[in-house]
């Protein structure tokens, strides 16, 4: 093949024929392989990258070129042209430079796979539909109920997409299994009663916007504050929480973190389930970034108390590697999830037999047609093995442990925690200038500017309680500790020309 | 390339090799191709099929044993049989047999663009993160805003994953625009009202399930009825509110559908969105199916009421033919979605410039991490235009109307409804039996389970009213009439086989 085939057929008319031209198995294959060879390059290329910024007028004008066509160019030059601008702007998480979030570098066939989930659909939903990957999620399930010593119980696992869709469908499993009656006659009919959720102050905005979603009013969360490793205080929570309920708020619900996004922090699971206990509440984690230690046998220790929970999610795309989005939403007692979404739909939910119906997830999930993620985390699975999972993690908590000492040997650097996870923060300490906290926190921002701007490296910025810092986050298993001592360089180069103009 | 290299160098142990081995771009250009000859020989295949039927347990069965592979088989090997038991067992949208469910035969080149999106990602919640995604928001919601008259107006539009999560954050939208404090305080503070939504009695699921979620209870829906083309019935309508209002339930939202799930009716439009002004209510339109009519020129008069809506929502993935999940939200006024979900987090929305806040969706969408769906849209919209969504739908809806036409020449045939969309519900009768009404019912059932079993097409079945009939979603341009009439036969044959046995 060595041309996109542009039907001359006279019998069809041109908008017909593009449209099968674009079915065209040929022109198919063709265009595959163009994509091919542009991701054949990205992936070769061993440069450090951090972030290309342009502006969104700039990006708009370019993007819109590509659109509104008039220059009669090609649909392969066009496609080329796409793919090169995505690449250009995309965050670069295959190179070595790039350090700012908890975006994977993607395990490449979970993501080839993708085509194989776009172009031939298994909606997970429901059974008929998806038969693949509501067996995959059982399969998936099963593993990690090893790791939780849950294997010979009554556990449920639903896959779903993200963990902010994952922390309120458990948020609603909690309510509706407190209140059986609340899903038909709503919040305003639990006269006597407050219903309330408890979360760490450092949780994630898809946990504290819960409450304002769910109608029980943002007022009605009660803030768990952190010990000085960013972890929920278990006896300041004891405390609080003991006065809420005093005060006749109803806590159905404690959610707790492992780890934090801002510094990873593991808060003290075992604890808080024994407090969860005490208050008759339901024991959310949100697991999203660390959950997946349980695949490690080095890192498993580190979220053991995942085991006492009532409900986790943790997400595949972060931690396990795979694409956007995969999120495995697992239950202590997976009878629970009957009262998560207790209506059905007739065109879907049929005269189903027993098996089947045990292989469903659509009623206990969100989203009505739902893509099969689960297979890019199975067919990982399958090919590689669980080691595979967990080498990969154990070299990048380990590389960010190394990062975390070796920070502490530099002079002008100053680590704000003992890293939990694969997630470090530290500040640039000028020692020749006392600086007002305001500066200092300033010149971590400016310093966050210049890097980013530089385009080598890009690593993000957090705020710590009003202390401004700066934050790695180590996904790519190839950043070694020559880039980290090679940041800290560049970092200290660039604090050096900032302060010349304070 | 000839295979997939395991790399035999010592000096890295095994673990660390397998790793190593599977982002070696050499071996991921050649999963790449394996990958390309499945699915080149899939949409070659031009046999009709419906479905395959497969057991959960023995799925499991198979899926365990390419799971935990000890039989020495190389990766390439196992990846051949998951690609194979993938499209084995997946709902057959690229074959003319399938016409059961609103699913999409995919435009390959956005399935195939789905690999760019996951490799090289650019999750679409934050500008930073994925400027391009951000950017082609807006380029395409321009263009439906031309669509719908409303060019020189302050609309708005998100990007988010279904229709659910769509449905859901218009109406929380909707909610927190008319009771400004519900977000701090909740439901139980609205003291004397009632907050209360009305949809139609065919309503999707996603739906009716909102005031479940939300905590206003399901008891607090108001059910529309529907009139003899199953559309919401403005005079019912009027009275059912009417009636509500002086009992004191306040009307915060309407909730219609164009098309319905069941038969793809589109409800009066104009009509409701005059009563949601009368009662100061939010107008909704659950446009999922059949808002993409937008685009065509010949379809766009039918949903022209989309222009009253306070909001509504269409699912690309469904009839513009991209991977799933790709809904867009529009917004009559944009400055409505400042109060969808007025939290921020301090990590990810810093003090950016005016301009980037502009393009972010962050804190309009539920999402954080969001997958750049947009992109696969996109990406067809600039390679072939807007025409070539225009054609597809066409086609479908003129064949489906034939069809409509077709089995109204038919003794035993019997149409529930015109057409409005690409979905047509019937129902065989027998003529030499006379049937009990359930009877009647059950050899619907009985003929759509034969057909599916024959495995040569697969069509639904749904309830309307307690009538039970037999459905088909036209959804791949390359069905034609020669394939309703074969139907129509194999429907003929089936049913003489099961009324032998009654």
Redesign the interface.
């Known amino acids: 093949m060595n041309n996109y085939k542009v039907s001359s057929n006279k019998i069809i008319n041109k908008?017909?024929s593009?449209?099968y031209d674009?079915?065209n198995?040929n022109?198919?294959?063709f265009?595959?392989?163009k994509?091919?060879q542009?991701?054949?390059k990205?992936?070769?290329d061993k440069t450090k990258k951090g972030?290309h910024c342009?502006?969104?007028?700039e990006?708009?004008n370019i993007?819109?070129h590509?659109?509104d066509?008039k220059s009669g160019e090609s649909?392969i030059e066009?496609?080329n042209q796409?793919?090169d601008?995505?690449?250009n702007?995309?965050?670069k998480?295959?190179s070595t430079g790039y350090m700012a979030?908890q975006?994977?570098s993607?395990?490449?066939?979970?993501?080839?796979?993708?085509?194989?989930?776009?172009?031939?659909?298994?909606?997970a939903s429901f059974?008929?539909?998806?038969?693949?990957p509501?067996?995959?999620d059982?399969?998936i399930a099963e593993k990690f109920a090893k790791f939780l010593g849950w294997e010979n119980s009554n556990y449920g696992m639903i896959s779903t997409?993200?963990?902010?869709?994952a922390n309120l469908t458990a948020v609603?499993t909690a309510?509706n299994n407190k209140y059986p009656n609340?899903?038909?006659?709503?919040?305003?009919?639990?006269k006597n009663l407050?219903p309330t959720i408890a979360i760490g102050t450092d949780a994630?905005?898809?946990v504290?916007?819960i409450?304002?979603?769910?109608?029980?009013?943002?007022?009605?969360i009660i803030l768990l504050p952190l010990n000085a490793q960013r972890q929920i205080c278990i006896k300041q929570a004891k405390q609080i929480l003991n006065k809420a309920h005093k005060n006749g708020k109803d806590i159905f619900c404690i959610i707790a973190a492992a780890g934090s996004?801002?510094i990873g922090a593991i808060d003290p699971l075992k604890e808080l389930s024994e407090l969860a206990i005490k208050y008759k509440a339901w024991f959310h984690v949100d697991a999203a970034h660390s959950g997946s230690f349980l695949v490690s046998d080095q890192l498993r220790n580190r979220v053991a108390g995942l085991t006492y929970a009532d409900s986790f999610c943790l997400?595949a795309?972060?931690t396990l590697f795979v694409?956007?989005?995969c999120t495995l939403l697992f239950y202590k007692n997976g009878d629970k999830t009957k009262h998560t979404?207790?209506?059905?739909?007739?065109?879907?939910t049929?005269e189903f037999e027993d098996?089947?119906t045990?292989?469903e997830s659509g009623t206990k999930n969100?989203?009505?047609?739902?893509?099969p993620s689960i297979?890019?985390l199975?067919?990982v699975?399958?090919?590689?093995?669980q080691?595979?999972f967990?080498?990969?993690l154990n070299?990048l908590v380990k590389t960010t442990f190394q990062a975390y000492k070796y920070l502490q040997t530099l002079d002008n650097f100053e680590t704000l925690h003992k890293p939990e996870s694969n997630i470090l923060c530290f500040r640039y300490l000028p020692n020749e200038k006392k600086l007002s906290k305001e500066k200092l926190n300033y010149l971590q921002l400016k310093i966050r500017d210049k890097i980013r701007d530089e385009g080598r490296y890009f690593i993000?910025?957090?705020?710590l309680d009003h202390i401004t810092a700066l934050?790695i986050v180590i996904m790519n298993?190839?950043i070694s500790m020559d880039d980290i001592a090679d940041l800290t360089k560049h970092i200290e180069t660039a604090a050096n020309s900032i302060l010349k103009t304070f």
Do not use: M
Request: with cysteine; aromatic share 10%.
């Open positions: 908008n017909n593009i449209l674009a079915f198995p022109n198919i294959s265009l595959f392989e994509i091919q542009k991701l054949y990205l992936l070769q972030i342009i502006t969104p007028h990006l708009l993007a819109l590509l659109t066509h649909i066009r496609l796409i793919v601008l995505h690449i702007t995309a965050i998480v295959n979030r975006f994977s993607v395990i490449p066939v979970s993501a080839i796979y993708d085509v194989v989930n776009s172009l031939c659909p298994q909606p059974y008929e539909c998806g038969p693949l509501n067996v995959a059982k399969i997409s993200g963990a902010s869709l609603i309510r609340i899903w038909k006659k709503g919040n305003a009919d639990q407050v994630h905005f898809s504290s916007r409450a304002g979603i769910i109608g029980l009013g943002q007022d009605n996004t801002s997400d795309h972060k694409p956007a989005a979404f207790p209506i059905q739909a007739s065109y879907v049929e098996e089947i045990k292989f969100f989203e009505c047609t739902k893509r297979l890019n199975w067919v699975w399958s090919l590689y093995g080691q595979f967990a080498t990969k070299l993000s910025k957090v705020d934050r298993h190839e």
